[in-house]
C-alpha cells in the first residue's frame, strides 16, 4: 500500500512543540533546530515558557523531508537545508519553477509589461500596487554621494560608484538605523533614485525627474533624445531584474540584515558580490561578444575563439530554466519594437544558432542586456549598473523580511577539515 498524506490542518491553528515533533517523527530538540535553521517559525506563548509553530508550516516541513528523504536529523545549514545540502531561506518573495518566475505569486513578465520599475518594486516591498509611483531623492544625499563619486578615479567600475554612493547616503541618513518597516521603506523609496543621481551623466546633462528610466539613461547612454520603445525597454529591463530568489548578492544582503546591519549597508553587501562575472557583471561580456560578432559579422568566428580559450559562451543558458529565460524573452520583445536595435537582434540569434550546433542553449537575460546596450550606445558596463540599479529594490525587499526573522538565523555552522587537536605548538 502506498502511505496516505495526512488532511490538511486548519491552516490558522498552532500546535505546540510536542504536538510538531509527532508530526515530523522528531525529537522536540529537532524542532528548535528547525526553528535555529530558520526551515520552521515559533511563536513565543503569551505569559508562558513554551512556542507554538504554524500548523501549516509544520505539515509542509514533515512532506519536505518525507519527499527527500531527508529524516529527522536534517541538513545544518542556517536558513533552511534539503538532502543536497543546499542553502534554502523562506521567503514570500519570489518563486522561479516550469521556466516562469513569480513576485509574490503574480507572473513577473505580466508585471513588468504592464507596470514600471517604481510600481513593481513598491509590489515587492508592500504587496500593494501603487500606479504612477514615483521616487524622489533628498537633495543633501544627492549632494554627498555625488561629492564621494566625484573624487573616484576615472577607471572605477560601476559597483564601485554605487557601492561609494550608498556608503556616503548613509552618512547623510540620521535614522538609518531604524528598522521599522516604514523606515526602510522610506529608505528604499530615496535610496534609489539617490544612487542613480549619484552617476555622472553621459554626454548630456543630468536628468533627475521623471521615471526612474529616463534618468537612468541620462547616465548610460549618448544618445540625448531616445525614443518612448528604447525607454520602454529600459525600464522593462529594470522591472524584469528587481529580484531572481536567493541569489549569491541576494544572500549576502540576507546575511548582513540578519546582523540587523541598516538597509544601506545590506545594499553594500550586495553591491560587494555583483561584480562576480558569473553575476551583476555577466552581461558585460555578452556586450563584448555581441560586439565582436557585430564587427566580424559572423557569429562562427567568435564562438570558436571563445571556446579555444576554454570559455563559456557568455549570454547563454541558466541552471534555473531548462527551456528559455523569461526574462530574455520578454525584454527581446521590447527591443523588436526599436528598429536600430534590429543589427544586434540578429547577431544575438547567430550566435544561439551557432552555439546550438553543439550545445542546446537559450539566450539568458545577459544576452538580451547586451542587445539593448549595444544598440543604445552605451559601454559595456551600463548592464551591470542597470542589473545593480534594478536589484537594489530586490535586496531592500529581502532586507525587510530578513529583518522579521530571528537576528543572526544566517549563521552555519563550519565542517572542520583541519589536523585534529590538540597539535603541539609551531615551533
Known amino acids: 500500500m502506498r502511505d496516505q498524506e495526512p488532511a490538511p490542518m486548519d491552516a490558522e491553528r498552532r500546535l505546540s512543540t510536542r504536538e510538531a515533533a509527532e508530526l ?62 543546499e542553502l534554502s531561506v523562506r521567503t514570500r518573495l519570489t518563486l522561479i519553477e516550469s521556466d ?8 513577473a513578465v505580466d508585471l513588468a509589461t504592464r507596470h514600471t520599475y517604481e510600481e513593481v518594486a513598491e509590489w515587492l516591498w508592500t504587496g500593494r500596487m501603487l500606479p504612477g509611483s514615483t521616487f524622489t531623492a ?24 554605487l557601492r561609494v554612493a550608498t556608503v556616503a547616503a548613509a552618512t547623510a541618513d540620521p535614522l538609518r538605523f531604524d528598522l521599522s518597516e516604514d523606515a526602510v521603506l522610506g529608505t528604499a523609496r530615496t535610496l534609489i533614485p539617490t544612487l542613480v543621481a549619484a552617476l555622472p551623466p553621459r554626454g548630456h546633462d543630468r536628468r533627475d525627474e521623471g521615471p526612474m528610466a529616463h534618468r537612468l539613461w541620462t547616465r548610460l547612454s549618448m544618445r540625448k533624445d531616445p525614443d518612448e520603445a528604447s525607454l520602454r525597454a529600459l525600464d522593462a529591463a529594470l522591472a524584469l531584474l528587481v529580484d531572481h530568489d536567493l541569489a549569491a548578492s541576494t544572500l549576502a ?31 558585460g561580456l555578452a556586450h563584448r561578444l555581441l560586439q565582436d560578432v557585430l ?42 519594437r526599436i528598429p536600430r536595435a534590429e543589427p544586434a537582434l540578429l547577431a544575438a540569434r547567430d550566435i544561439v544558432e551557432t552555439t546550438a550546433r553543439h550545445v542546446p542553449l537559450h539566450a539568458n537575460v545577459d544576452l538580451a542586456l547586451a542587445v539593448l546596450t549595444v544598440s543604445s550606445g552605451m559601454a559595456p558596463t551600463a548592464g551591470e549598473t542597470i542589473f ?17 526573522e530571528r537576528p543572526l538565523r544566517m549563521r552555519p555552522s563550519g565542517l572542520y577539515a583541519g589536523p585534529r587537536p590538540p597539535q603541539p605548538l609551531p615551533e
Open 24 to 85: 515530523l517523527g522528531v525529537k522536540p530538540e529537532t524542532v528548535y533546530a528547525y526553528v535555529s535553521r530558520g526551515q520552521l517559525s515559533s511563536r513565543r506563548v503569551s505569559g508562558g515558557r513554551g512556542s507554538t509553530f504554524d500548523a501549516g508550516e509544520v505539515e509542509a516541513l514533515a512532506r519536505r523531508n518525507r519527499r527527500d528523504g531527508s529524516g529527522g536529523s536534517g541538513g545544518g545549514h542556517s536558513g533552511g537545508g534539503n538532502s543536497g545540502g
Open 100 to 107: 516562469r518566475y513569480f513576485f509574490r505569486g503574480v507572473d
Open 138 to 161: 533628498p537633495a543633501a544625499f544627492v549632494s554627498v554621494a555625488r561629492r564621494a563619486v566625484e573624487a573616484l578615479p576615472e577607471h572605477a567600475a560601476p559597483a564601485d560608484l
Open 253 to 283: 544582503v540576507r546575511v548582513a540584515a540578519s546582523a540587523r546591519a541598516h538597509p544601506y549597508a545590506a545594499v553594500s553587501a550586495g553591491l560587494g558580490v555583483i561584480e562576480g562575472p558569473l553575476h551583476g557583471a555577466a552581461s
Open 295 to 336: 564587427e566580424q559579422g559572423d557569429a562562427a568566428p567568435v564562438i570558436a575563439d571563445e571556446l579555444r580559450a576554454g570559455r563559456r559562451v557568455p549570454g547563454l543558458g541558466h541552471r534555473l530554466y531548462p527551456g528559455e529565460d523569461p526574462r530574455a524573452r520578454a525584454l527581446f520583445a521590447h527591443l523588436e
Open 388 to 404: 545593480a540599479v534594478a536589484r537594489t529594490a530586490g535586496w531592500i525587499a529581502h532586507a525587510l523580511e530578513e529583518y522579521g
